[in-house]
């Protein structure tokens, strides 16, 4: 049996495996979901790829509350957290080469210039 490269997220552990990590990545997704199931293995292969990653899972049936906090209005949903910002949200299944693409960019972010621009935002409103 080989091991699952993904963490399943629940609101107990949430804040511990996003604080703890400076790098997650979050599919939210439910089992009755066909376009989930079909980005499942597309998920898992690109958590292979790039082991220095945290690859989270949240079922949104499941943990309702976590999805309802992130306002997931639609499923799959892909979000990428860095340094505790989400610096990515996007529904739908995405394929293998946009996701590699999404993960390159996230990697590529100055979180100095991201953390600026939240500030700024939030001083704005």
């Known amino acids: 049996m080989r091991t699952m490269s993904t963490v399943e997220l629940t609101k107990d552990n949430f804040d511990e ?15 009755w979901c066909g376009p989930c199931r ?3 293995p597309v998920y898992e292969k ?8 945290v690859f989270a899972k949240v079922d949104t049936e499941a943990q309702p509350e976590l999805a309802a ?7 799959p949903t892909l979000m990428i957290v860095r340094d505790r910002v989400a610096v990515f ?12 693409d999404v993960i390159g960019q996230a990697r590529a ?14 001083q704005g409103s």
């Open 17 to 31: 495996v996003v604080t703890k990590n400076d790098f997650v990545l979050i599919d939210f997704w439910a089992a």
């Open 38 to 40: 079909m980005f499942a």
């Open 46 to 53: 690109a958590a292979e790829a790039n082991p220095d990653l």
């Open 69 to 75: 906090s992130f306002d997931i209005q639609s499923i």
């Open 89 to 100: 949200a996007q529904p739908g299944a995405l394929p293998a080469a946009a996701l590699d």
């Open 109 to 122: 972010l100055d979180m100095d210039e991201v953390r600026k621009s939240v500030e700024q935002a939030q």
